[in-house]
Nanobody, 122 residues
Framework: QGHLEESGGGSVQAGGSLTLSCVAS????????MGWFRQAPGKPREGVAV???????SYTEYVKGRFTISKDNAKNSLHLQMNSLEPDDTAMYYC????????????????WGQGTQVTVSS
């Protein structure tokens, strides 16, 4: 069973930057869907950035131009560079992976990390 572990969360002021990392216990980032999701208190979980099964990065409109998703297959890791952070970005961030080859924005992923908290103050 694959295990994902996130790191890199923290507290920053608006306009600041953070880089989230997610390391997998096995090569579950080598194919299929993978991405970052977030959930703020009282709100549903939402997709932030994913790699489509063909390797293309895709972003929600709220983070386009500010966030960058990347991966390192050799290190079984997934990353999210977050710049120009805004208070509305405050949430628990989760990395996720699934072997399926379609519908990467749908949340029913097989593997989920425990989450890392990002707090942005104004």
């Amino acid at each position: 069973q694959g295990h994902l572990e996130e790191s890199g969360g923290g507290s920053v002021q608006a306009g600041g930057s953070l880089t989230l990392s997610c390391v997998a216990s096995e090569r579950i980032f080598s194919s299929g869907c993978m991405g970052w999701f977030r959930q703020a208190p009282g709100k549903p979980r939402e997709g932030v950035a994913v790699f489509e099964s063909d390797g293309r990065p895709s972003y929600t409109e709220y983070v386009k131009g500010r966030f960058t998703i990347s991966k390192d297959n050799a290190k079984n890791s997934l990353h999210l560079q977050m710049n120009s952070l805004e208070p509305d970005d405050t949430a628990m961030y989760y990395c996720a992976a699934d072997p399926r080859a379609f519908g990467c924005w749908v949340h029913n992923y097989t593997y989920w990390g425990q989450g890392t908290q990002v707090t942005v103050s104004s």
